[in-house]
C-alpha cells in the first residue's frame, strides 16, 4: 500500500487522530521544551546541549529536565493566577504538585519561582525538606497518611494538612496537640464533577477512595472546629487530571462554593482550594487550554458565584503539577532492534528500545499516549508507521503506541520522547531489575545530574541474600 503525506493520509493501523506528516523529522509545537531545536546536522538539542552529547555521558534511558523552561511555566502559572484573582478582588495560592516529579532541585526551583509544594507522603515530605522548602508552604495531601506521617508533619511545622476522612480528624489533632502546635487544617470534599472524562455526575457520591461527600461535610467542619489543635481554612477538591477546557472546573466550584457560604455561618472559611489536574499536549492531536484562558475563567466563576451567594471572595488555592514539569522534560532511548510487522497487509514497524514500562509505566497503566522523534540525525526517509516498544517482557510494554518515523530508523539510533517529565520518573520501577534511569537538568549549554540512575549494584544491595562476587573464583 502507498500512502501520500501530502494528503493528509494514515495507515490504516493508526489511530485516527495520527496522520502522515510530510516531514517526519519536525518537532510539533507545544510538545517540547521551549529550548529544543535542531542543530545543522539535525541532532536534537535540549537546553544547549546535544541529545548525542547528552546519551554518551549519561546513557540511555534518560531523563532530560531543561531547568530553564521549568522555572520559567512555574513563575509564568503563578504570575497568571495572581493577575486574574487581583482581577477580581483577592489573592491565589499555588502549590507545585510534588508527585508529578520531585527532587530537592525541583524544590529549590519552585520555591524560588515563589510557589508552594504540595506533598503527599512521608517521602516526599522528606525530599521537600531536604530541598531547603519552608514547612509552613507545604501542603500535606493522602488518603491514608499514616500515624507516624502525621506526628512528623505536625512536628516540622507544615503549613496545612489536608484531612481525608472523618476518622483523620481525631488523628491529626492528637498529632498537632502532642507536638504543641494548632494545625491548620483543609477538608477534601467530592463535588460530584468528575473531569476525567468530562461528564458532570448528578450526585456528589463519587465511588472512590478520596475525600467525603458534600453532605457530610458540614458535620465533619463542626468536628474539625470542634477541636482545638485544628483551625479550618477550606475546603478542598480535586476533579481529575489531564483536563482540558474549564467547564469542569467550572461546575466544581459552583458547588463548592454553595458549600463553602453555608459553612460561613459558624466561622470563618478564608481558602477554597479548587485543586489542579491542569492538561498538557503529549501528541499532535492535543490541544490544551491555555493557562491564562483557564485562569480568567476561574477566577470570573468564582467572582460571580460569591457575588450570587453574597459571600467574600475567599483566598483561592491550586495544586498544578503536570502544566509546569511535564513539558520541560524529554526521554532519550537507544534503538535495539526493529521488526516489521504485516497486518492485513499493512505494516507496522516495531522498534524496541533500551527502557520501557519501568521507566515510563503511563501507556501501559492508562493507555497514554507520546510522540516520538529521532534525536541524533534527520533523514529524508519517507516516513513509516511505529509503535515504540521497551524491553520488558510485557507484551504491553508500549512507549509509544503510534507516530511516524523516517524509514531507514536503524538500531543504533537515537530517539527522543517530549512530554515525559511528569508522571515518568515518578512512577518509575525495577521490572525485571532494571535500574532506574537518570535525571539530567540542562541549561546554558550544561547538563547536570539531578537524581543518579541505579546500577545494578544498587539493585543488588537491598537483596540480603546476594553473594559477593568471587571475582572469578579467587579469594
Not at 500515624?147 to 484531612?163: C, Q, S
Request: hydrophobic fraction near 40%; charge should be negative.
Amino acid at each position: 500500500m502507498t500512502l501520500d503525506p501530502s494528503d493528509g493520509s494514515s495507515n490504516p493501523l493508526a489511530p485516527d487522530w495520527l496522520h502522515i506528516p510530510a516531514d517526519a523529522n519536525a518537532l510539533a509545537p507545544g510538545l517540547w521544551p521551549t529550548s529544543t531545536i535542531r542543530s545543522g546536522t539535525g541532532e536534537l538539542v535540549l537546553g544547549g546541549v546535544s541529545a548525542t552529547a547528552l546519551a554518551a555521558e549519561f546513557g540511555t534511558p534518560l531523563y532530560v529536565i531543561d531547568e530553564t523552561d521549568a522555572r520559567s511555566r512555574a513563575a509564568e502559572l503563578l504570575a497568571v493566577f495572581q493577575t486574574e484573582f487581583a482581577r477580581i478582588g483577592t489573592s491565589a495560592k499555588v502549590y507545585y504538585a510534588g508527585k508529578a516529579f520531585l527532587s530537592t532541585e525541583i524544590v529549590r526551583w519552585m520555591t524560588a519561582a515563589g510557589l508552594n509544594i504540595d506533598v503527599c507522603s512521608g517521602g516526599e515530605l522528606a525530599v521537600a525538606l531536604a530541598g531547603g522548602a519552608d514547612p509552613a508552604r507545604l501542603g500535606f495531601h493522602g488518603n491514608n497518611k499514616s500515624l507516624a506521617e502525621l506526628d512528623e508533619a505536625t512536628r516540622v511545622g507544615v503549613g496545612t494538612i489536608v484531612i481525608d476522612s472523618e476518622v483523620e480528624i481525631g488523628r491529626v489533632a492528637e498529632a498537632a496537640a502532642r507536638n504543641g502546635r494548632v494545625q491548620n487544617v483543609r477538608l477534601r470534599v467530592n463535588s460530584g464533577v468528575h473531569a476525567h472524562t468530562h461528564d458532570f455526575l448528578a450526585t456528589s457520591h463519587e465511588d472512590q477512595k478520596f475525600g467525603i461527600v458534600l453532605s457530610d461535610a458540614p458535620r465533619l467542619v463542626a468536628l474539625i472546629r470542634a477541636e482545638p489543635a485544628l483551625n479550618f481554612v477550606g475546603l478542598h477538591c480535586h476533579i481529575g487530571s489531564q483536563i482540558f477546557g474549564a467547564d469542569g472546573f467550572a461546575e466544581s466550584a459552583a458547588r463548592l462554593l454553595e458549600l463553602h457560604a453555608t459553612l460561613l455561618a459558624d466561622g470563618p472559611v478564608p481558602e477554597l482550594n479548587l485543586g489542579g489536574g491542569f492538561g498538557i499536549a503529549y501528541t499532535s492531536a492535543d490541544e490544551p487550554t491555555p493557562i491564562r484562558e483557564l485562569a480568567r475563567a476561574l477566577a470570573d466563576i468564582v467572582a460571580a458565584e460569591c457575588d450570587r451567594l453574597g459571600i467574600p471572595l475567599p483566598v483561592v488555592a491550586f495544586e498544578p503539577g503536570r502544566v509546569i514539569i511535564g513539558r520541560s522534560g524529554v526521554s532519550l532511548y537507544r534503538v535495539g532492534t526493529t521488526k516489521a510487522v504485516d497486518v492485513s497487509g499493512t505494516q507496522r514497524l516495531y522498534v524496541s528500545v533500551d527502557g520501557g514500562m519501568s521507566d515510563n509505566v503511563r501507556p501501559a497503566l492508562y493507555g497514554a499516549d507520546y510522540a516520538v522523534r529521532l534525536a541524533d540525525r534527520t533523514s529524508t526517509e519517507p516516513p513509516v508507521l511505529v509503535r515504540i516498544a521497551g524491553k520488558h517482557c510485557e507484551s504491553g510494554d508500549i512507549v509509544v503506541d503510534a507516530d511516524y518515523l523516517p524509514g531507514d530508523v536503524t538500531p543504533g539510533d537515537l530517539l527522543a520522547v517530549p512530554a515525559t517529565g511528569a508522571y515518568c520518573w515518578a512512577l518509575s520501577n525495577n521490572y525485571n531489575y532494571q535500574g532506574r534511569a537518570p535525571v539530567v537538568a540542562v541549561r546554558n549549554g550544561t547538563a547536570r545530574v539531578l537524581v543518579r540512575g541505579e546500577t545494578i549494584a544498587d539493585l543488588l544491595a537491598r537483596d540480603t541474600g546476594a553473594m559477593p562476587p568471587t571475582n572469578g573464583g579467587e579469594s
